[in-house]
Structures are given as C-alpha cells and as structure tokens.
C-alpha cells in the first residue's frame, strides 16, 4: 500500500496556477517534517517546501511568495498552491515524510508539472 500519492500535476501556461494534493495513508500526523520536492529532467532532486512543526513552513528562496503549503490538521491531505507559474518549475514534483512508526522517510510517486506556453 502506497504511504504518500501526489495528484494535480499538468500542463499550465506561464503565470498560471497549479494545486498539488497528496493523499496520506492513514493520518498525516504519522508523518514528520513533510513537505514538498521537486526534480527537473536530468537534475537531482530538490527541496521546495517543508512542515517541520506545527503550521510553519519554509520554502526556497525561488518559490517564495509564490508557492504556498497546507494541510488539514487532523487529516490526511498535504496540498501545495502554485501561483505564477514559470518554466523552471517544471519537474516531477514528489510529497514526502518522515514515517515516525516505521522511522523513515517516505516518498510519492510523483506527479508532473510542466510550465510552457
């Protein structure tokens, strides 16, 4: 059984928006410091944004005030909101957590977003 599935990836146009979902098994509060990466063709995999603790989050500097993370407490979604979109954007992007019972980390299986006009 999948612990972490990413959806809502797709093809959008420069400065459009895009929302991705990932769908937890079980509660999302199994997870610790969850949050969001991303990997371009042929580059290695990088952090966008994270849920270290509580509702804070952090998110590299390139996708500051542009990408916004969430989650229903309690539940088990974790959503990133992506506004003005650019084409650098375009990667896989994967969900991730630390699995606290099972003490690692886990990851999505990826969902594409390309920004092209």
């Known amino acids: 059984q999948a612990q972490l599935v990413e959806s809502g990836g797709g093809l959008v146009q420069p400065g459009g928006s895009l929302r991705l979902s990932c769908a937890a098994s079980?509660?999302?509060?199994?997870?610790?410091?969850v949050g969001w990466y991303r990997q371009a063709a042929r580059y290695e995999r990088e952090w966008v944004a994270t849920?270290?603790?509580?509702?804070?989050?952090d998110y590299r500097d390139s996708v500051k005030g542009r990408f916004t993370m969430s989650r229903d407490n309690g539940g088990n979604m974790l959503y990133l909101q992506m506004n003005n979109l650019k084409p650098e954007d375009t990667a896989v992007y994967y969900c991730?957590?630390?699995?606290?019972?099972?003490?690692?980390?886990?990851w999505g299986q990826g969902t594409q977003v390309t920004v092209s006009s």
């Open positions: 849920i270290a603790s509580g509702d804070s989050a």
């Open positions: 079980g509660s999302l509060s199994r997870f610790a410091d």
């Open positions: 991730s957590g630390f699995l606290k019972s099972q003490m690692r980390r886990v």
